[in-house]
């Protein structure tokens, strides 16, 4: 079977798609759903994209409104999605005969046309939906926003035109977009892990998107290699002894400009001249450690005081480092046995609720009491940031 054409349509913006959550939501549930042998893509053909085994490819242009209706009979959002379509169609992008076209909307919408669009399936339908439209413009032309891409649509090839539409698939069905993600899951997965483990499977794509963006490459990613790893998380998320992260790296610009702001536990890393390589590494893990205690005590894997108990073993820990670090190289100046003490508090994992943490999260939580100068690094860390606090 003669394969269609991949060349990235006009109607998208890699790297415009950051924003746009519900994008990356259903490219998980692609992934979790397409079958053996499919790739899926973000923003590459269209908003998401399948691209099956045997060359054909499922395009989705994705809808989330709240205050308006993009299922409405002149919706803009519809006529204008079934424009670049057809722009896609005469201009060689996309392969009628090989393509589906599907526009995904949530919360639950529906229109009069768009409902007798998605289930035009013969000639004969399309026949009466062209009819109908023409004689609805005939007798109350809709704005010219949308009356431009009407009028593509009436004046597009009869034969293409009729095989377009019988490709044509509208679905507005969930309320919540995660409702459709949490029903492939739940079978095989307990009540209180579902949201877990739809939060790590939307990140996860997003970040393998994200990636391949980043090398300037077209996102589109493996269904079976994105299902060995996220299987692999899931296998490993059930071991009791453990905590995940489910918060992603933060982006680099989220870190930079915290850094910049420098905040008590930046000026404390300054004291003792760290490298910028770990002080970046360091807000990393702080922004990550943060967004994990919030994550974890709201999906009650964690007793939001067992993180006091944390902070109470971390500052018992850092006071002994402290004391050997002191005794033993007392010949050292201030700045390099503060370094040491931080480099010893670094390397260490201390558990919660007996349960290993990720590789960050201690080093974040020693960094956030740094941030309320509960310890420091530097011996004279409170005279000095004090008398900066005065400058």
Known sequence: MKKPKVVKSKHN?????????????????????????????????????????????????????????????WSVDLWKTIGNWIDDI????????????????????????????????????????VSKISAQVALKPPADACLVYITKFLNFDDARRQAFVERIQVISADLDPIDAIRKLLSPTTD?????????????????????????????????????KEFHAFVRKNNMPSYLNSISPPPAKGEVESLLSSRPDFVAQLDLINVQKSQRLLAVSDFLRTSSDKVIWADQGLVYPDSFDELDDDLLRKHSAIGMVINSQFSEKDDV????????????????????????????????????????????????????????
Request: aromatic share 8%.
């Open 13 to 73: 913006a890699p790297g415009q798609y950051l924003g746009y959550a519900l994008q990356p939501i259903r490219m998980f549930w692609h992934l979790l759903s397409a079958p053996k042998g499919a790739r899926v893509s973000l923003e590459h053909l269209d908003d998401v994209a399948v691209h099956y085994a045997n060359g054909d490819i499922l395009l989705e242009q994705t809808k989330s409104a709240l205050a308006h209706n993009p299922l409405s009979d």
């Open 90 to 129: 005469e201009a060689g992008r996309v392969t009628l005969s090989q393509t589906t076209f599907q526009i995904y909307v949530t919360p639950i919408y529906q229109g009069d046309l768009s409902s007798a669009i998605s289930q035009a399936n013969t000639a004969s339908d399309v026949h009466q939906l």
């Open 191 to 227: 009540e209180e892990s579902v949201d877990i483990l739809c939060a790590v499977g939307i990140g996860l794509a997003k970040e393998r998107a994200d990636a391949l963006i980043r090398q300037k490459k077209p996102a589109i990613v493996s269904r079976s290699d994105f299902l």
């Open 336 to 391: 390099s046995r503060g370094a040491m003490v931080y480099g010893q508090c670094a390397q260490l994992s201390l558990p919660v609720e007996g349960k290993q943490v990720p590789g960050h999260f201690t080093h974040g939580s020693f960094n956030a009491l740094a941030n309320t100068r509960r310890l420091g690094w530097h011996p004279k860390y409170p005279e000095l940031l004090e008398k900066e606090d005065e400058e």
